[in-house]
């Protein structure tokens, strides 16, 4: 069972910067894929962002490319989400996910377990 949970969400003006992190409780971190997904009101959760656990190799949804960053510190059992020029279409529940071991890096949201409880981004135009 490993839990997870995300900070540094908050409003913040188009165009500005902010730093998402998501911490897990777990001795195996290292070993987890892990994924940023993100959900606005009435549309479907969305991948913004994965890196995986064997060769930190990364994939970004392509509204995201370019703009925002996955890394992760093994040493501190956390995985970051860095979100530069933001526009209002980023507005969301950001929601952290994790899994153990997996083959190859996993890019939907059912291949997930591990879930966090999610933190609000809203960017003001």
């Known amino acids: 069972q490993v839990q997870l949970v995300e900070s540094g969400g908050g409003l913040v003006q188009g165009g500005g910067s902010l730093r998402l992190s998501c911490a897990a409780s777990t001795r195996v971190f290292s070993y987890y894929s892990l994924a940023w997904f993100r959900q606005a009101p009435g549309k479907e959760r969305e991948l913004v962002a994965a890196i995986g656990w064997s060769d930190a190799s990364t994939h970004y949804g392509d509204s995201v490319k370019g703009r925002f960053t996955i890394t992760r510190d093994n040493n501190k059992n956390t995985v970051y989400l860095q979100m530069n020029t933001l526009k209002p279409e980023d507005t969301a529940v950001y929601y952290c996910?994790?899994?153990?071991?997996?083959?190859?890096?996993?890019?939907?949201?059912?291949?997930?377990?591990?879930w966090g409880q999610g933190t609000q981004v809203t960017i003001s135009s």
């Open positions: 996910a994790a899994e153990l071991i997996t083959n190859g890096l996993p890019l939907r949201e059912n291949d997930y377990t591990y």
